[in-house]
């Protein structure tokens, strides 16, 4: 196990009805003005946007709003929002919706706080000093903002999706409550499910030897997911299977399966230049691109892939060719994601593959790139050619 340090810092309070104590945690964590900050429709129609102004009117908590954050969010609402923050002396940044929005808000809270374009952070060209508090109310389990460290925007002007890290931006406090996320439409659903399974899969491709503690962890949340995923595909309403998911999406992302360990995340580069060229869901993306790179660097570590299968996706281990039992174990996921409703290829997903080269050129060559990426395997330009026809 490789050296770490750790700091997680979000209070978390997890259950029915827990949004309408929210007035309490703003309070409890400084905040004296706050901005709401939301998405495009559902916070709104479905009643969560007035039980959240009525539970920081009964603290006597002043507000402004801002809604619009569309998903995969841009550039732009991120500067109306820290202009709004400064004209109305806001000191707390509520998000209430899912990645896009957390996301979305973390970007506000620490361009604020920041002389120059908050989009220096996003380009690696200055460090996050300093970051306005923000709390999250969740409403969709999939990205994990509620919990890690990460924000991901993209840049209107040249469709640049770029993340920004550091501890700064961890929510004070994060409001999660499954019943929230029943009025989640299905492929949503879904693609929140392939998400999470994704950063457990990112952790889990490692060259760091002897991490069995995360290994274990890692299995034990894929394995939760493969069994509530489908379950609450049937049933949208599953309370148990919405809750279990919603706890397990937190912990593939805060981090603390991932600690001392080198990741992957190539799955994660390759995905997002799908979805901030077509706007297709992250997830979605995921779930095309994960099966094609996992087979173009099975071989690395072929093992690493076997046990998967076998510990995960149930698989007979083939002591005489473990690649055969890498290659089911890759195949059953490609077929989970597929029957749970999630595209299998380019097509189905909006892609075209006359794109190729353009997604090529800005995954390789883009902000923050010298023309190869790294991670469980270095990938060459022409590695990521491969890999995109591989998912046409
Ligand atoms: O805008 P509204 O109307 O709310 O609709 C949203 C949106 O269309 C809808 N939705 C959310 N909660 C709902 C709901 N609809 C009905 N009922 C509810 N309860 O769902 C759609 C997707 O929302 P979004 O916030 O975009 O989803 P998600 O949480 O998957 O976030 C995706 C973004 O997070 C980034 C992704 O790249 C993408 O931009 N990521 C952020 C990470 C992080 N900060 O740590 C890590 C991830 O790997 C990821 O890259
Ligand atoms: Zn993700």
């Known amino acids: 196990m490789e050296n770490f340090t750790f700091y997680s810092p979000t209070f978390f309070v997890f259950g029915k009805d827990t949004e309408n104590e929210v007035g309490q945690y703003v309070k409890q964590f400084g905040g004296s003005k706050v901005l709401i900050h939301y998405g495009g429709k559902s916070a709104k129609s479905s009643g969560l946007l007035d039980r959240v102004e009525a539970a920081l009117a009964k603290e006597g908590i002043p507000f402004v709003s801002l809604g619009g954050v569309k998903p995969n969010p841009r550039s732009g609402l991120v500067y109306e929002g820290i202009e709004l923050c400064r004209k109305e002396n806001v000191d707390f940044i509520l998000a209430v919706g899912g990645g896009s929005v957390i996301d979305s808000s973390k970007a506000m809270a620490a361009g604020v706080l920041y002389d120059g374009d908050f989009w220096d952070f996003y380009a690696g060209k200055a460090k996050i000093e300093k970051a306005l508090p923000i709390g999250t109310i969740l409403t969709i389990a999939a990205a994990g903002s509620e919990g890690s460290r990460d924000s991901v925007i993209t840049r209107e002007e040249d469709l640049m999706k770029r993340g920004a890290s550091s501890d700064l931006l961890r929510a ?74 919603m706890w397990a999406g937190m912990m593939a992302h805060n981090n603390s399966v991932g600690v001392g360990r080198s990741q992957d995340w190539n799955s994660h580069n390759i995905e997002h230049e799908l979805s901030a060229l077509y706007d297709c869901a992250h997830g979605a993306g995921l779930a095309v691109t994960m099966p094609a790179v996992f087979k173009y660097v099975m071989n690395h570590d072929v093992m690493r892939f076997a046990k998967a299968a076998v510990r995960i996706w149930g698989c007979q281990m083939d002591f005489d060719h473990p690649e055969v039992t890498a290659l089911e174990g890759i195949e059953a996921f490609r077929r989970f994601l597929i029957d749970l409703g999630m595209p299998k290829n380019f097509e189905e997903l909006g892609a075209k593959e006359e794109d190729i080269p353009t997604l090529v050129r800005m995954l390789c060559h883009g902000t923050r790139r010298d023309g190869n990426l790294y991670g469980f395997v270095k990938l060459t330009e022409e590695d990521c050619t491969n890999i995109y026809r591989m998912m046409v």
């Open 172 to 245: 004070k406090f994060s409001i999660l409550n499954p019943a929230l996320t029943q009025t989640l439409p299905p492929y949503q659903t879904a693609a929140g499910i392939t998400d999470i399974m994704a950063h457990l899969y990112e952790r889990y491709l490692t060259n760091t030897k002897e991490v069995e503690v995360t290994d274990r962890l890692i299995e034990a949340l894929l394995l939760t997911m493969k069994h509530e995923g489908p379950r609450v595909i049937a049933d949208p309403n599953n309370y148990e299977a919405r809750a279990n998911i």
